[in-house]
């Protein structure tokens, strides 16, 4: 798995890697499902994982993911406000939508460095993620916000912007079919009620400041 995404010693990300980034290790007793790099710290600290902000989706197909890892190790290592990235670590992870993803502390900042990689992955043919917002148009480059790390009703873990989002969808599709015949089909209820949470269900962009209001109301 090194060899292919070029991480391996001599690989065509190693360099960047080395000097710009250092490897996080999962925790103790805990599967390693992603292969993550934390930025070398620029006059702040440097935690133990990707923080919960705004996190750049980098869709390629399989076969340009070696090129996209070493790109975005190569030139986002400096971009302001970046604070880690990660990629699949086996066969089914490289193979998911989401397979390699950018955190970035600010949504300016994360617009920053998507114009870096735009340019840099001119071309590279993309595979796309789901109910997430579009920077490209062919699904190459787009973004989500994460939730709080906790709920403030049980103090859970919220999850990520796709599993909160499609857990959502899929309470709402059971209410409107339980709730028996109405007007609006499931689906549009799913997403009206959606659009009520702040989200906009056209682009997938979460409203700012959505996070508070929608973990009670939810």
């Given at each position: 798995m090194a060899a292919y995404l070029g991480i391996a010693p001599g690989g065509s990300a190693r360099t960047a890697l080395d000097a710009g980034w250092h490897a996080v290790a999962p925790r103790a007793g805990e599967r390693a499902y992603w292969?993550?790099?934390?930025?070398?710290?620029?006059?702040?600290?440097?935690?133990?994982?990707?923080?919960?902000?705004?996190?750049?989706?980098?869709?390629?197909?399989?076969?340009?993911?070696?090129?996209a890892v070493a790109t975005v190790a190569g030139s986002l290592a400096s971009s302001r406000g970046v604070s880690a990235f990660k990629v699949g670590a086996d066969l089914r992870g490289i193979c998911r939508p989401d397979k390699l993803v950018v955190y970035f502390d600010r949504l300016d900042d994360l617009y920053h460095g998507a114009a870096c990689l735009r340019k840099e992955l001119a071309g590279c043919p993309a595979h796309g993620v789901p109910f997430t917002a579009a920077?490209?148009?062919?699904?190459?480059?787009?973004?989500?916000?994460?939730?709080?790390?906790?709920?403030?009703?049980?103090?859970?873990?919220?999850?990520?912007?796709?599993?909160?989002v499609t857990e959502r969808l899929a309470e709402y599709l059971?209410?409107?079919?339980?709730?028996?015949p109405s007007e609006l089909e499931p689906w549009q209820f799913a997403l009206e009620r959606l659009r009520m949470g702040g989200i906009d269900t056209d682009t997938w962009v979460?409203?700012?400041?959505m996070w508070p209001q929608a973990l009670v109301s939810f």
């Open positions: 292969l993550t790099w934390r930025v070398r710290p620029r006059g702040r600290e440097s935690g133990n994982g990707p923080d919960t902000g705004y996190k750049l989706y980098v869709s390629p197909a399989l076969d340009a993911l070696e090129t920077v490209t148009h062919d699904g190459l480059l787009s973004w989500g916000a994460d939730p709080p790390a906790a709920s403030a009703a049980n103090g859970a873990a919220a999850g990520s912007w796709r599993t909160w059971v209410v409107a079919r339980d709730a028996g979460p409203a700012s400041g």
